[in-house]
């Protein structure tokens, strides 16, 4: 759930209480857009090393200096940078250094090396997104979700909640899962908790990973503050409704949508309201899931997930993700820093203009993955964000850039038997390693290489061919296109070759 959720908590809801949210939601969406916005027009050498100032405090955690580790000429990143002229060789980067600290662990010293980054940023592993069913149903289903070469699933909230399927209103309004009523107990309208045991441990015989998505923001409406393990005292009362989503103290004490919130700090019961919710996370735990999805991050005082919930995750050996819903990178990179991975909202606010034939060019630099490929979970669409029209050159961008992208089911058969989607997910999991180096953009044309290993152009023209020669990393070497789209390329001695990528489509080249 995200401020740009499509639920508050109640059902039943009137039509002037739905224009009201939808007016709160159009809102918000454009603050995001803008910010990420600002954000894609700064996107050069010198913003890049504005931002990784941002993370200073992570670098100075690792046992090797900056200093140490950076060339002076290493001062840009490359991720972005057009090379085009030629130049483009691995180098010694910003990236690589916060890359040897995600490698050993965000926030903690760290004995990883520059050289571990080159796999740690390889950029193999993709999850699926398995909402809008019954566990019993995603159960049946693992197995063609393992085949499709997906690495994990994130399932909705597994605690009792208050609407049920007879509350919606077609497939995702609301999304089941967001309205906690007890997180003592995990038997809800998706199944029991011996169904859920049993989809923990099919994903794991199908070698997939299961994150669980966690909600400790809040509670259900209409209880009057009075659940099985909360009471008045637990919940911040000091706000009420957000109006203002650039006043951090109503954004973390406000009630989101109107849902109860619940008080980690500032409350005579706040040492009992965060023990509660680590027994939930120790709860999840328990049923032998891989991860956490954390729900509406920034609604929590940042310093609860830095100081509470990233070290139970360690202490109980869960990965987390969070959902920071903002469009400015140095805003999700604080989260991140907490101590999780985020899901690259400022990305998605890019490619969510650039695929309905916008300017291609905004590609480059783009996003939480250009920084901090690491932490970075870039997505096409989510149960709050619906996809551009473009929506297989999105995907094509997505699942061949760096971080671990995540592929969102709908209805999950129309995905999984997409045969264009499971192409890109067999590139990722077969080609894609390697930093990123963009060789070539322009309104409607982006090339960009992973170093060494893969090299991919997008054409978003409706009409129109495109060609362009670009350097690569290879010399003399005969490239194949593995998107079925074009025929085989040679480079020249030097490495530059012609790309040439049909209107509206994408291809995909690597060496035999």
């Not at 989607?421 to 322009?442: A, D, P, Q």
Request: proline letters at 4%; hydrophobic letters at 35%.
């Amino acid at each position: 759930m995200t401020d740009e959720a499509t639920d508050d908590g109640s059902s039943g809801q009137s039509p002037t209480d739905r224009n009201e949210r939808e007016r709160r939601r159009a809102s918000m969406r454009e603050t995001a857009r803008r910010e990420a916005e600002a954000g894609a027009a700064r996107a050069d050498p010198d913003e890049r090393a504005r931002r990784a100032a941002a993370i200073e405090r992570t670098r100075n955690a690792a046992e090797t200096t900056w200093t140490d580790l950076l060339p002076s000429s290493e001062a840009a990143g490359t991720v972005g940078r057009d090379d085009a002229d030629g130049a483009g060789g691995p180098g010694v980067t910003r990236r690589q250094v916060l890359g040897a600290l995600g490698v050993a662990g965000l926030g903690a010293a760290g004995t990883a090396t520059v050289a571990d980054t080159a796999t740690a940023a390889s950029g193999d592993l993709v999850a699926f997104q398995y909402f809008h069913e019954t566990w019993p149903t995603i159960t049946d289903n693992l197995s063609k979700v393992a085949d499709k070469g997906y690495d994990a699933v994130w399932i909705q909230a597994p605690q009792q909640s208050d609407l049920t399927w007879e509350d919606q209103d077609g497939r995702n309004d609301p999304p089941l899962g967001y309205q906690p009523v007890d997180f003592t107990t995990f038997d809800s309208e998706f199944g029991t908790e011996a169904d859920l045991q049993t989809l923990v441990d099919t994903a794991h015989s199908e070698g997939l990973e299961v994150y669980f998505d966690c909600v400790m923001n809040h509670m259900a409406t209409g209880y009057d503050y009075d659940f099985p393990r909360f009471s008045y005292d637990d919940f911040h009362h000091d706000v009420g409704s957000i109006d203002d989503y650039d006043d951090d103290h109503q954004v973390e004490h406000g009630e989101l949508l109107g849902l109860p919130d619940l008080a980690q700090y500032e409350s005579s019961t706040s040492d009992y309201v965060r023990g509660e919710l680590m027994n939930y996370m120790e709860k999840m735990a328990s049923f032998d899931a891989d991860g956490y999805r954390y729900d509406a991050v920034k609604h929590v005082e940042e310093k609860y997930w830095r100081d509470y919930a990233n070290p139970k995750a360690d202490e109980l050996g869960m990965k987390r993700v969070g959902e920071v819903f903002s469009g400015s990178v140095d805003y999700v990179q604080t989260y991140a820093d907490t101590g999780m991975d985020a899901f690259d909202y400022p990305l998605y606010f890019v490619l969510d203009s650039v695929f309905e034939y916008g300017d291609m060019s905004r590609l480059a630099g783009a996003g939480l993955v250009a920084q901090d490929p690491w932490h970075a979970r870039p997505f096409v669409q989510n149960h709050d964000e619906g996809a551009p029209s473009q929506y297989h050159l999105a995907h094509a961008f997505v699942l061949t850039i760096e971080g671990f992208p995540m592929v969102y089911n709908l209805y999950p058969n129309a995905i999984l038997d997409d045969s264009d989607v499971n192409n890109m997910v067999w590139v990722r999991k077969n080609l894609c390693g390697g930093e990123t180096y963009f060789r070539h953009t322009s309104y409607d044309l982006a090339i960009y290489e992973r170093y060494n290993n893969l090299l991919v152009g997008l054409n978003n023209d409706g009409s129109s061919t495109k060609t362009q020669n670009v350097y690569t990393s290879w010399a003399n070497t005969t490239l194949h296109d593995y998107s079925g789209s074009m025929g085989d390329v040679t480079t020249d001695a030097n490495g530059y070759v012609d790309v040439t990528v049909p209107a509206e489509d994408w291809v995909f080249y690597a060496p035999y």
